[in-house]
């Protein structure tokens, strides 16, 4: 029978529930078990498709087009996994669907309520996660705080599916805060409220994972299982660490991955994860270290390009480096700034995605900056369409190239809306979403990477380069070495005379993992080096 695991959070928001349902879940896999996952965000939005990165962080696109909350990425990531759109639901697309099928009628007249339809929509969700037989283990993660406004319907059904599925069959896991005082005295009490809160729900955890910055004495142990009910044995400290990715081997020492499996009655099986070892061995003990800007719109939020960040980190896995990276605010950024000061210390450019019009300069300086010095560059969505624009003032003579996103009377727009997005007026999931072929042209940057014909890579996007500007700028020396198998769309462009500068109209960050970093980003850190090392060696000269 297939076993469901539910996490759920206290205290704090931003507890690290993402992260802790990832790592369990890898040690799941490690132990050869079949695990799906599922994040429920309890906002009112349908999905998080229009939701404000600085309020939310990025979206994170599943390769069937679902817009998803960035939770999803960490569960790729940390799995090696591809997830769908039933991976993540929210309050708003529950009621939407109890709404609709009161409309038709499917209710057969009853008074449409709280307690059973909506508890019942939840529930069917999160068994259609489990519902393929060789599902054993269904992980599902509750956003919010326990104690939110939006939380009780969710934890009414989650205790009642434990019901209907059986004790034996499901395991509570809650992540709470230990806080310390600037004593360095712990306390436990906010996570003793925050159980008592779960607990009159109905719910008692089988399993407490404390955050905090110091490792838990043996005292604060005590006293949380015996004022909340739970098994010393059953408490597991998540103490701070700037590595993420060694958080899953964290927990197999402290024998997370044996107490869930007994739990659950699963049979012991094999734990050795030797390349997740290696992998972390690689992070935390580089043989290079770089420096990369990354110029973008939305520098000031911290998970707004995460899974950029992440991709960044595999590419130095790659290549058995370390990258920092450089924010820069792309509305700041101007031609007449003393760029080479700014970009002294740095050996490449990345120009991530985006939406509207600021920060398009700044970008698009940022562009010009790295194709005249011949810094490495790779520009994702808006960072490819930003790449073009540049290329078509200063290379093609077209001097306000533009994108209509931005300038609808440009003379030369070179970026320009898809005709199937012309006819579309709403916002939420309309946009060229998820998985699409991508040709690629031999004897390219692109191609070198991939070694491969035919890729499928996933999008979100509704503007495109405009055709009507293409063989234009194929003259004038810019290479289109990704296009749609019909020829129609143009998906990735290169500067063949650069050492390496290449934008993609997909993103690559989305399908890229700790084990198999993207090509992309494993070759644009190959070429950062590759400049680093020559301008270390004229500086000798």
């Not at 905090?212 to 949380?224: A, F």
């Not at 990369?292 to 950029?308: L, M, N």
């Not at 450019?349 to 698009?364: C, N, S």
């Not at 462009?493 to 890229?512: I, K, L, R």
């Amino acid at each position: 029978m297939t076993k469901y695991i539910f996490v759920t959070g206290g205290v704090i928001s931003g507890i690290g529930k993402g992260i802790t349902t990832a790592s369990l879940g890898r040690l799941l896999i490690n132990r050869g078990f079949n695990v799906n996952l599922v994040k429920i965000d309890p906002y009112i939005n349908v999905d998080a498709g229009v939701m404000n990165p600085f309020q939310h962080g990025e979206v994170f696109v599943t390769h069937d087009g679902a817009e998803t909350d960035l939770d999803l990425g960490n569960y790729e990531r940390f799995l090696g996994v591809d997830l769908n759109q039933h991976s993540n639901f929210t309050t708003g697309s529950v009621y939407k669907e109890v709404i609709e099928k009161e409309r038709r009628g499917d209710y057969l007249g009853q008074t449409v309520q709280l307690i059973p339809h909506i508890t019942d929509e939840i529930k069917r969700r999160i068994y259609q996660i489990g519902k393929d037989s060789d599902i054993d283990v269904v992980i599902t993660e509750i956003g919010g705080t326990i104690g939110d406004f939006e939380m009780p319907p969710f934890v009414e059904a989650i205790r009642e599916l434990a019901v209907e599925v059986g004790r034996e069959n499901t395991l509570f896991l809650h992540v709470s805060l230990i806080y310390t005082l600037a004593n360095g005295e712990s306390k436990s009490k906010p996570t003793q409220h925050s159980i008592r809160k779960l607990q009159e729900f109905g719910i008692q955890p089988d399993l407490l994972l404390c955050r905090t910055s110091q490792h838990l004495d043996d005292s604060i142990r005590r006293k949380i299982a015996l004022l909340c009910g739970i098994s010393e044995d059953f408490i597991i400290e998540g103490l701070d660490t700037k590595c993420v990715d060694e958080i899953p081997l964290n927990f197999e020492e402290q024998g997370m991955g044996h107490l869930v499996s007994k739990k659950l009655g699963l049979e012991r099986r094999a734990t050795l994860d030797a390349e997740w070892v290696a992998m972390v061995d690689k992070l935390k003990n580089p043989k290079h270290s770089t420096k990369i800007a990354i110029v973008g719109k939305y520098t000031t939020g911290s998970d707004a390009y995460i899974s950029v960040q992440e991709a960044i980190k595999h590419g130095g896995i790659a290549n058995e480096a370390e990258v920092c990276i450089e924010w820069i605010e792309a509305e700041s950024l101007t031609e007449n700034m003393d760029l080479d000061g700014l970009f002294e210390n740095i050996d490449g450019i990345l120009v991530p995605g985006g939406f509207g019009d600021r920060g398009i300069e700044g970008m698009i300086t940022a562009v010009k900056y790295a194709r005249e010095k011949r810094i490495p560059y790779l520009g994702l969505c808006l960072g490819m369409q930003c790449l073009v624009i540049e290329y078509a003032r200063n290379v093609a003579n077209m001097i306000d190239a533009n994108s209509t996103e931005v300038d609808e009377k440009t003379s030369y727009p070179v970026i320009d809306l898809m005709l199937e997005q012309r006819a579309i007026a709403d916002k939420g999931a309309t946009m060229r979403l998820g998985h699409y072929p991508c040709v690629l042209k031999e004897n390219t940057k692109s191609y070198e990477a991939f070694q491969q014909p035919i890729i499928l890579e996933r999008h979100r996007h509704r503007y495109e380069l405009n055709n009507d500007y293409r063989s234009r700028l194929e003259d004038a020396g810019l290479c289109f070495s990704g296009v749609s198998p019909d020829e129609s769309l143009v998906e990735i462009a290169e500067v063949p005379d650069h050492p390496w500068m290449v934008g993609s109209q997909f993103h690559p960050e989305f399908q890229s993992k700790p084990l198999t970093p993207h090509p992309l980003f494993r070759d644009f850190i190959a070429s950062v080096l590759c400049y680093q090392q020559e301008r270390t060696e004229l500086g000798d000269k």
